[in-house]
């Protein structure tokens, strides 16, 4: 029999980073365990978060009757995802951080139908919602990050990552300056956007009077990337992320910069 | 006179108010308190900004997550930042005689909203009704 990749899908309103990076753990570690429990041979399990989903990923899951056996596995782990403080959103009472809306979980092409928070599973799933509400229907568990990646969401962490750091080492090279990527504010982002976008936006040359260290800290504490020259010194630059799309560069760098220039006044 | 509301984006006058009540900007609040919340709520929140004429994919929207200060149960929600500067805050609050459902309660800063939609860059440019503008309704509040 072959085997297949399944997945699993949980699709929520944006949650804390927090709350993805804990989650994701459970996830893995649950399921390895409840794989093991059932004796259900797999060839490798990953779990993924954004800001609005979180992902198991089971790859090479026998083929045969174990559908059922794979429906079972999927709502035990969204049974034993513990957060602090969660609450219940619907009469099922299961505690989430956020409202769930979605649930999609695929055995190759095979539908895996569990209920859980108050919702049944299905093949489709939302695309990046800043190109509007879009149902995106999964052909295979196989095609999952490829079909996600269409609709603009990088599902993977480390893909994520390497995006965003392609990104800002751009931003540098064209600038001839050096966007200051710390791994800290680089994770901080990493559960801001589905898919990030780089803005390069300035602010007014009066602020390079405060304590470079105070201007620094205004930026990270909005999420926002310092610009730096060969020596160090603070450039009047900043980098930052925006989700999904490209247009309307202008009215992004304009809102950052009036952003970190009314945060800095407050600073002077 | 009409005073002067200088500088990008400028809430000037209006701003000192109401930034300490609920971290928006501005005088004027939409409120919209809906309980129990229906499932699509946050997406009737985005096509109503759609529909005030904020092009999703024109701006970036962003949703920085917190929770209130006894955890979600007590409350959670999200500050909503337009292009980087607070638009609105969403919040999830318990309701008493339902403690598995949830009601929402949306502000919105409406000098905020206005300023995007009307496609100005101060607060005082903004057009109140008629050539009457925000600027010429609160002059003499501007700092």
Known sequence: ?268 | MRPDFAGPLCLAGAARRGADRDGLPGLYRYRVFLCPAPAPVRRAFLDSLRAAGIDRSEHDLRWLPFDGPGGPAEGAGWDVLLDGQPLARFVYKSAAAAPRSACAEIVLSLERLALVSQRKRAAGELSWAGRLTYGDLHAGEAE
């Open chain 1, 1 to 268: 029999m072959t085997a297949r990749d399944a997945v699993l899908e949980i699709l929520s309103e944006n949650l804390p980073g927090a709350s993805v990076r804990s989650a994701a753990e459970q996830l893995k570690k649950f399921a390895a365990e409840e794989f093991l429990r059932r004796g259900l041979p797999c060839g490798g399990i990953e779990a993924y978060g954004t800001c609005r989903r979180l992902v198991l990923y089971a790859a090479g899951v026998p083929a045969g009757p174990q559908g059922k056996a794979l429906a079972e596995i999927f709502s035990r782990l969204l049974g034993r995802l513990e957060f602090p403080g969660a609450r219940a959103w619907e009469s099922s009472g299961f505690c989430f951080p956020r409202p769930v809306r979605g649930l999609a979980a695929l055995h190759g092409e095979r539908l895996i139908a569990f209920s859980a928070a108050g919702l049944r599973s299905g093949r489709v799933t939302e695309g990046q919602e800043a190109l509007g509400p879009r149902q995106v229907k999964l052909a295979s568990a196989e095609k999952y990050f490829k079909t996600l990646e269409q609709a603009s969401v990088l599902v993977q962490d480390g893909q994520r990552l390497e995006a965003m750091r392609g990104a800002l080492a751009a931003a540098s090279r064209r600038m001839k300056l050096s966007v200051e990527a710390s791994d800290e504010a680089l994770g901080e982002n990493l559960y801001l956007a589905e898919y990030p976008v780089p803005v390069v936006s300035g602010f007014s040359h009066e602020f390079l009077a405060l304590d470079p260290e105070l201007v620094r800290g205004a930026m990270r504490s909005m999420m926002f990337f310092p610009v730096s020259d060969a020596a160090g010194r603070l450039q009047p630059y900043f980098a930052a992320f925006r989700d999904g799309i490209s247009k309307g560069q202008r009215n992004v760098e304009d809102g950052f910069r009036a952003a970190l220039e009314s945060r800095l006044h407050h600073i002077k």
